[in-house]
């Protein structure tokens, strides 16, 4: 979706403000949901693409003006009222009411450490890759109204593969279709003044990661 | 937010999706275990030795496993070097995605509307908030990590450092010089206190 997150090249934000010894947590609350974010996906009812879709869909004025973990919080709210596991009066009134809904999975102490280490998402081919390192490629010009992770900066230009990543789940089809059609996945790199014009840095050139579904030979 | 947070997480542990304890010991990992001084000691293993370099740059997953590091480091990690002719940074212009596994959490700036917007375009202004100049000649390439593959920067080994131990050159290795938004500090920077 065309949506407040993808930001890439959007102007006055004004200057990138560095914290000089950042905590890891600026309030006890933010570990708290981060680690509810953490376990929450276990339970079968989401996966990691479908919890970046329901932070993007938050109201353009909230994604603004909340804090990261703010984000997380009504999300997971969001998220876990969507898919039934609590009622709205549950939340309100701060305690369950009813039965639980049956899930796949809940991690236990025992089992917490092994979320900290990040999962695999790539999976066999189920074809030869499209493309080869060193091929011009060009992005397509598509506005998918669901989850997509081809940036607006980057939609409709010419760059080149660098590096072929191999084949990993598809977060337009997970999202979108529930499914996850694994896609060959490829570094794109695009000189700067490709995406920005002949003013841009002429040092420049930024990469994106790209599904094989993004991209038409140039 | 305290109490919003703890409502949701009465619900959740009462529903018996949530186990408190297996909250507490995330959390705690992120507070303890789990910072940049993961990825300054895979740096200076590079900087100590060529040939672990050349493993970490074709395979950083592969090559940081052979460290036997107390926290395992999760897949599709690739590093970048930075060096006179090119100066890499890190960026995710549509979320948040960071290597978690080696940096342990973003700072808030990573994840702020300035940071995400400007990286792409404006590399040379962002790293000027950062106090960083480069040469008007260096090349800047910018990686947006909108997949499940994760970065980490290699900054260039500071001059006047032959013959240091790595406990001592991961010393010199911050955390925005492993993202991209820092150099690595110089040897004359170095305290024994340490400060990755």
């Avoid at chain 1, 560095?18 to 953490?38: I, M, Q, S, T």
């Avoid at chain 1, 939340?91 to 796949?104: E, M, Q, R, T």
């Avoid at chain 2, 808030?108 to 008007?136: M, N, Q």
């Amino acid at each position: 979706m065309n949506g407040i997150h993808d930001m890439g090249g959007m102007d006055g934000f004004g200057k990138v403000a560095p914290e000089p010894d950042e905590p890891p947590f600026h309030a006890a609350w933010e570990g708290r949901v981060l680690a509810l974010n953490r376990v929450m996906p276990v339970t079968g009812e989401w996966n990691i693409d479908v919890g970046r879709y329901w932070i993007e869909t938050l109201p353009p004025d909230v994604y603004l003006t909340s804090s990261y973990y703010r984000k997380w919080h009504v999300r997971l709210e969001r998220l876990c009222l969507a898919r039934g596991l609590i009622t709205a009066a549950e939340l309100a009134s701060g305690h369950a009411a009813g039965a639980a809904k049956p899930v796949k999975q809940v991690v236990h102490a025992a089992k917490a450490d092994g979320l900290l280490v990040r999962k695999n998402y790539a999976r066999p081919a189920t074809a030869p890759a499209r493309f080869a390192v060193g091929q011009s490629v060009r992005t397509r010009n598509m506005h998918p109204v669901s989850h997509t992770r081809l940036p607006r900066f980057a939609r409709g230009h010419t760059g080149t593969i660098e590096r072929i990543q191999g084949c990993h789940v598809f977060p337009d089809a997970i999202v979108a279709e529930g499914v996850e059609r694994p896609e060959w996945l490829y570094t794109v790199t695009f000189d700067g003044r490709e995406l920005w014009g002949p003013e841009a840095d002429p040092t420049l050139s930024v990469s994106i990661e790209a599904f094989e579904p993004y991209l038409e030979p140039a | 937010m305290q109490l919003r947070v703890r409502a949701l997480e009465t619900v959740l542990t009462e529903k018996g999706y949530v186990d408190p304890a297996a909250l507490d010991r995330i959390v705690e990992a992120y507070e303890t275990r789990i910072g940049p001084h993961i990825g300054a000691a895979v740096v200076a293993r590079a900087w100590a030795d060529p040939g672990f370099k050349n493993a970490l740059l074709a395979d950083a997953t592969k090559a940081i496993a052979t460290l036997r590091l107390q926290q395992k480091v999760g897949d599709h990690l690739i590093a970048v070097e930075n060096t006179p002719a090119t100066h890499n940074m890190i960026v995710c212009t549509l979320c948040s995605c960071y290597p978690w596994d080696v940096l342990g959490l973003p700072p808030v700036w990573y994840k702020s509307t300035p940071y995400r917007s400007r990286t792409v375009k404006e590399p040379r202004a962002v790293l000027a908030d950062f106090g960083v100049t480069l040469p008007a000649a260096t090349k800047i390439r910018v990686w947006d990590s909108t997949a499940e593959t994760r970065f980490i920067v290699v900054p260039a080994r500071p001059p006047n450092t032959e013959g240091w131990s790595e406990e001592r050159l991961a010393t010199l290795v911050t955390r925005d010089s492993m993202i991209g938004t820092g150099l690595a500090k110089e040897a004359s920077e170095f305290s024994a206190g340490g400060d990755a």
